[in-house]
């Protein structure tokens, strides 16, 4: 295969980046920390394979999926001062579960686009079927699994040899291009076709948002259950919690929810009292799967939460008062969410809170 297309035109290696390490098709694997039967595939792949790659991987997804789409919105990047080492963090945006064909064919007229700028990330995912994929804007391969021989039957299928020493472009100098910054001739001829704001990846990435109703999330939290975990859990709120308001839920939403929580809490919660019980509310049904959880399972819950619970006990005030907590008789350990208010109340809690009577405790 030849060196030039290897990497997609929105990543260029430096010509002088010290001893030239030859970087060629491969995965490695590895089993993802704190999980005994689930793997995360690392990949190259050459530039004019991913479009393929994706729409066969898609197949293992079932009926459903969502889209996971990585990039800039604003100017962050073009504003950044000349010396400055640390760059912007990309916004990440899901859409919800959608047919999946109904994503594919969505995508595929952006597709090139999207694996070509240097400054997109985009991902395909059902958490149901403990399956994603993900080519970041690195433009590296990701595969998270619960089945290594699906993925590594499928690398083998594609003649994408397993490596024990994969080289990444990380390993060596580079720099990222958008495809507005190149010059047309250097545009393979399907991309140079395309007018100027076709090939800004801020417009074509809102216009995909926009097509699949995807929401901005935060990535602050990371975890992966693998389809016997989920099931597990699903049983057990079947047997145990099917009169719970949350019981319809799916439980590593309700993880998710309760960290965008705290994050909204951590800076400024606008929503009111009943709102903010809501969301205290969702910890209540994590805490009820921990305890009703076997211990395996219950420690793998306890610190995917550990971290989003240490920044709310942190923001917390007036821990001396307690706000009223439903009667929950299945739970047996204390409920510290309940124990204060959290420090940046929005105008519409703060008020709530006065009409609740809580500053004149």
């Not at 099917?242 to 799916?250: N, V």
């Not at 809501?278 to 009703?292: A, F, H, M, S, W």
């Not at 006990?313 to 959290?342: H, M, S």
Request: proline content about 5%; aromatic content about 12%.
């Amino acid at each position: 295969m030849k060196k030039s297309t290897l990497l997609p035109i929105g990543l260029r290696r430096w010509k002088n980046d010290g001893p030239r390490l030859v970087q060629r098709e491969g995965f490695e694997y590895a089993l993802l920390e704190d999980c005994q039967n689930a793997y995360r595939f690392t990949a190259v792949a050459a530039a004019d394979r991913v479009e393929s790659i994706f729409t066969q991987f898609s197949r293992f997804l079932g009926e459903e999926a969502f889209f996971i789409l990585e990039y800039y919105p604003d100017d962050s990047l073009l504003l950044r001062p000349s010396g400055a080492t640390e760059r912007p963090v990309p916004a990440v945006y899901y859409s919800p579960y959608l047919p999946t064909e109904v994503i594919i064919n969505a995508v595929l007229p952006y597709l090139e686009r999207l694996v070509h700028d240097g400054f997109v990330g985009f991902g395909l995912a059902n958490n149901r079927k403990g399956l994603e994929f993900f080519y970041s804007e690195e433009k590296v391969l990701t595969f998270f699994t619960d089945n290594h021989l699906r993925i590594s039957t499928f690398f083998q299928q594609l003649g994408i040899p397993h490596r024990e020493r994969l080289i990444l472009p990380q390993d060596f100098g580079h720099d990222h291009l958008s495809l507005l910054s190149l010059p047309r001739e250097q545009l393979p001829p399907s991309l140079a076709q395309f007018s100027t704001d076709d090939l800004d990846a801020v417009i074509f990435c809102e216009e995909l948002t926009d097509i699949l109703n995807m929401y901005e999330v935060e990535e602050g939290l990371s975890f992966f259950l693998t389809r016997k975990e989920q099931e597990e859990i699903a049983q057990l709120v079947q047997q145990k919690l099917a009169d719970h308001e949350f019981a319809d839920a799916e439980f590593g939403g309700l993880l998710l929810d309760w960290s965008d929580f705290v994050t909204e809490c951590e800076h400024s919660f606008d929503g009111d009292l009943w709102e903010y019980k809501q969301g205290l509310k969702i910890r209540d049904t994590i805490q009820l799967v921990i305890e009703l959880a076997p211990p395996a399972l219950a420690e793998k819950i306890s610190q995917i939460v550990y971290e989003p619970d240490l920044t709310f006990k942190n923001i917390l005030i007036d821990n001396r008062k307690r706000l009223d907590a439903p009667c929950e008789t299945r739970l047996k350990n204390e409920r510290f969410w309940y124990q204060g208010v959290v420090r940046n109340q929005g105008c519409d809690l703060r008020r709530d809170l006065i009409r609740y009577g809580w500053f004149k405790r």
